[in-house]
């Protein structure tokens, strides 16, 4: 039996904080393979280990540093299907993991309520940019800061690819640690996957909002 010599990992596996972390870990998924064996285990827990001391120094230091996640999906619907899913924001916790709720204020304001590596946090997004069928941007207003934007491209007239770039900045030591081993990358991979399963299932939109908002000079 492996006894993980690091006290930071060691609190780390006795407070569960795996499971709020990564989500089943995904650093160890080449532990899972029986060829990898304890050796396997070995280095996973090592890499942890690592993690964990470089998030702590981190945090210590006062650093926030932010970050960048870019991922992509095809879908079997019209980019325009695609597009009038993703406008209907309400329904974000159908298929994102973590959110709890997501009220839309007006046209271009959002209030956010998602539970972050164990912790509910809110906060306030502005859309900075929406061009109907093509592009949606935004940015935070209030919490920790983050930005994104979704594209959707038209590969056929019954698929498309749907691109999502976010940016943002870690606030505790748990979402250092989540950032570096991973962790909101995994998930947005599967946001993406549930948002697929959900819009090919339907096949048509819940709703639409088929308005445009320009995004500032000083954006563009």
């Known amino acids: 039996m492996l006894t993980p ?15 709020r972390v990564g989500h089943g870990l995904q650093v160890l998924d080449a532990a899972e393979d029986p060829a990898a064996g304890l ?12 993690a964990c001391r470089a998030a702590a120094e981190t945090i210590s230091r006062g650093e926030h540093i932010m970050s960048t996640i870019e991922k ?43 539970n972050v590596a164990g912790t509910v946090e809110e906060w306030d997004a502005e859309i900075d940019e929406q061009i109907p069928d093509a592009r949606i941007a935004w940015h935070s207003t209030s ?17 498309a690819r749907v691109m999502l770039q976010l940016k943002y900045e870690p606030q505790t030591w748990a979402e250092s640690l989540g950032d570096m081993l991973g962790v909101l990358s995994h998930r947005i991979e599967g946001d993406l996957r549930r948002f697929k399963d959900f819009i090919e299932a339907r096949q048509e939109p819940t709703g639409s909002w088929r ?6 000079a000083d954006r563009r």
Do not use: K
């Open 39 to 50: 050796g396997g285990l070995a280095s996973a827990l090592l890499y942890v280990q690592a």
């Open 5 to 19: 010599r690091s006290d930071v990992a060691t609190a780390v596996i006795r407070t569960g904080s795996f499971d």
């Open 143 to 159: 919490g920790a800061p983050n930005a994104g934007v979704v594209t959707f491209h038209r590969l056929t007239d019954e698929s």
């Open 72 to 114: 992509s999906i095809e879908v079997g619907v019209p980019a325009s299907v695609a597009y009038a899913q993703w406008t209907q924001f309400e329904t974000f916790p159908r298929f994102m993991h973590g959110v709890e709720s997501v009220e839309q204020i007006d046209d271009t304001h959002l209030r956010w309520r998602a």
């Open 211 to 216: 308005g445009e908002v320009q995004a500032p």
